[in-house]
């Protein structure tokens, strides 16, 4: 079976049929577009259809990844779609920061079930790794550190819940800390308020958004939607 040009492996064949044979909307693939040259894959939803953009120039194992990462959030989504939206059009560090909790959450469950599949390839993992690298070698500006401790729990959030490598895992741990003290206990307490909600089901990943909103003060920043009903926080 081909894909965007590309073989797929008996594993991924076998896993994109039984994904996408779940979903009720159909599901169109196409190439990531030239307006998001940086990224491995998304989805958009467009009149009723999945549309999943997946980088071609990939090599053939994380091309996989990427592809079946995509269906199992338009798995997610028909399952009932939850996710963070800004409050106030043009507020950019709360879009920013609502895309990232998203990701921290949906993503948990997507990444347990690749690694459950065996098509995690390592490689979407060690870009996140050299990107955190990157981030960690820029001295920050004293009126930016409160921003930068914010996101920089949740990287490290996300880094823990996808499983990345115990070693690496170690090494930023210290280098968040050595940096700024509140990160560490920031991210800590992130991850074990959806270890304590979960993300498997709609309304667990709704009542671990939820709860990390409230812990981080962000109420007022944030509507939640759900199945595309905005509720408030």
């Known amino acids: 079976m081909k894909v965007l040009e590309h073989t797929l492996s008996p594993g991924a064949e076998k896993a994109f049929a039984e994904i996408s044979g779940t979903l009720k909307k159909p599901l169109v693939m196409r190439a990531v577009d030239r307006n998001h040259p940086a990224s491995y894959g998304y989805t958009v939803e467009d009149r009723g259809v999945h549309v999943v953009h997946v980088q071609p120039a990939l090599p053939a194992a994380a091309f996989e990844e990427a592809l079946i990462h995509e269906l199992l959030h338009c798995q997610q989504r028909e399952a009932g779609d939850v996710g963070l939206v800004p409050r106030r059009q043009g507020d950019h560090l709360a879009m920013l920061l609502a895309s990232t909790i998203n990701s921290v959450v949906n993503d948990r469950a997507v990444e347990a079930r690749l690694r459950a599949l065996?098509?995690?390839?390592?490689?979407?993992?060690?870009?996140?790794?050299?990107?955190?690298?990157?981030?960690?070698?820029?001295?920050?500006?004293?009126?930016?550190?409160?921003?930068?401790?914010?996101?920089?729990?949740?990287?490290?959030?996300?880094?823990r819940v996808t499983g990345a490598d115990p070693a690496f895992l170690e090494e930023v741990t210290e280098a968040y800390a050595a940096l700024d003290d509140r990160?560490?206990?920031?991210?800590?307490?992130?991850?074990?308020?959806?270890?304590?909600?979960?993300?498997?089901?709609?309304?667990?990943?709704?009542?671990?958004?939820?709860?990390?909103?409230?812990?981080?003060?962000?109420?007022?920043?944030?509507?939640?939607?759900?199945?595309?009903?905005?509720?408030e926080l």
């Open 183 to 231: 990160v560490v206990p920031n991210a800590d307490a992130i991850v074990a308020i959806i270890e304590a909600n979960g993300s498997d089901t709609p309304a667990q990943r709704a009542c671990s958004i939820r709860a990390i909103v409230e812990h981080i003060g962000w109420q007022g920043r944030f509507m939640l939607v759900v199945d595309g009903q905005a509720e």
């Open 118 to 159: 065996e098509l995690k390839s390592g490689l979407v993992e060690a870009v996140r790794m050299s990107s955190t690298r990157e981030a960690l070698a820029f001295p920050v500006p004293d009126h930016l550190r409160d921003v930068f401790a914010l996101f920089s729990a949740f990287d490290l959030v996300l880094h």
